[in-house]
């Protein structure tokens, strides 16, 4: 089955600083690579997302690359701010014929430091 | 439109006890899922459902069972709690026609004494 690790696990920047986070899968069919941001006490919500036929893309602060020959993936996070401060979640799914496979990372606690 | 809803929110089981965590969506998502979160874990998949009428495993299954009453339903039941039970649970649906985004539920703490 798919495998994806995330690295790091913990990480601390000062406020307006940027923030990489990356994530290696295992699985070639994997084609769809979301990133889920978990506050305190709160449920995963999706901040975004690429699928395996586009290399980059980007949401105003947020952006998220694929390399699917060396098959990982990042965050960047620029201009961090307190609020920027959560749990870090990447996923790599599978789909096809209806059926969906998805795989998280462990997960990466962002601290911004004000 | 309240998306995905978890009960109860929290609960203290003793050991041996048991309990069912239900969910319910209004999002009309074919595919639904169990999760267990615990610290440096990160989301664990107990059970899913791809479809109504259908369930199954995922990588942490024993101790649990689950029913998925119909589309709107998927309940997660722990017959003899454990204290290794203790965990947060969250339910998600899954946009399959859609993006493939999953929408959580808030999660429901448990505690197993």
């Known amino acids: 089955g798919e495998n994806v690790e995330q690295h790091p696990s913990t990480l601390s920047v000062q ?8 994530c290696t899968y ?6 769809y690579f979301p ?6 006490g709160k449920r995963p919500q999706l901040i975004i997302d690429i699928r395996s ?29 307190p609020e920027d401060s959560a749990v870090y979640f990447c996923a790599a799914i599978r789909s096809g014929a209806g059926s969906y496979q998805l795989t998280f990372g462990k997960g990466t606690k962002l601290s911004v430091i004000p | 439109n309240a998306g995905v809803t978890q009960t109860p929110k ?15 969506q209004d999002m009309n998502h074919n595919s639904m899922y169990w999760y267990r979160q615990d610290p440096g874990m990160g989301l664990r998949l107990i059970y899913y459902s791809a479809s109504e009428g259908t369930t199954d495993k995922g990588e942490v299954p024993n101790g649990y069972n689950v029913s998925r009453l119909n589309k709107r339903e998927f309940s997660l ?21 859609g993006t493939g985004e999953l929408f959580f539920g808030e999660g429901s703490r448990l505690t197993v004494l």
């Open chain 1, 15 to 22: 406020e307006g600083d940027s923030a990489v986070i990356k």
């Open chain 1, 26 to 31: 295992s699985d070639s069919a994997s084609n």
């Open chain 1, 35 to 40: 990133w889920y941001k978990q506050e305190l």
């Open chain 1, 53 to 81: 036929n586009v290399g980059e893309k980007k949401d105003q602060r947020i952006a998220v690359t694929l390399n699917k020959t060396a098959k990982h993936f990042s965050l960047h996070i620029t201009e961090t701010q």
């Open chain 2, 10 to 24: 929290f609960q203290v089981l003793k050991t041996g006890q048991s309990m069912t965590l239900q969910c319910a």
């Open chain 2, 77 to 97: 039941r722990l017959e003899s709690a454990a204290p290794s039970q203790t965990s947060v649970y969250f339910c998600a649906t899954l946009w399959a026609t």
